[in-house]
Nanobody
Framework: QVQLVESGGGSVQPGGSLRLSCVAS????????MAWYRQAPGKQREVVAT???????NYADSVQGRFTISRDNPKNTMYLQMNSLKPEDTAVYYC????????WGQGTQVTVSS
């Protein structure tokens, strides 16, 4: 069973930056279309950004131009660089495949507040 471990969250002021990491176990990571998701209190989980095995990316309108998704296949790791953070970015951030086929990790909390 593939395990996903997210890290890098924290508390920042509006306008700040954070870099999230997602490490996956197993040998098939490089084949997955991966995604970052987030879930804010009282809201459904939503896709923030996706990245194909070859590095093609797509972003939700709400984060376009502020967030950058990337991956390092030999390290089984995916990243989310988040800049110009806003209070509405506050959520627990998770990684998974685009179709959410893997067991969810514990997520990492991002809090944006002054």
């Amino acid at each position: 069973q593939v395990q996903l471990v997210e890290s890098g969250g924290g508390s920042v002021q509006p306008g700040g930056s954070l870099r999230l990491s997602c490490v996956a176990s197993g040998s098939n990571f490089r084949f997955y279309v991966m995604a970052w998701y987030r879930q804010a209190p009282g809201k459904q989980r939503e896709v923030v950004a996706t990245i194909t095995s070859s590095g093609n990316t797509n972003y939700a309108d709400s984060v376009q131009g502020r967030f950058t998704i990337s991956r390092d296949n030999p390290k089984n790791t995916m990243y989310l660089q988040m800049n110009s953070l806003k209070p509405e970015d506050t959520a627990v951030y998770y990684c998974n495949t685009y179709e959410a086929t893997l067991r969810w990790g514990q997520g990492t909390q991002v809090t944006v507040s002054s």
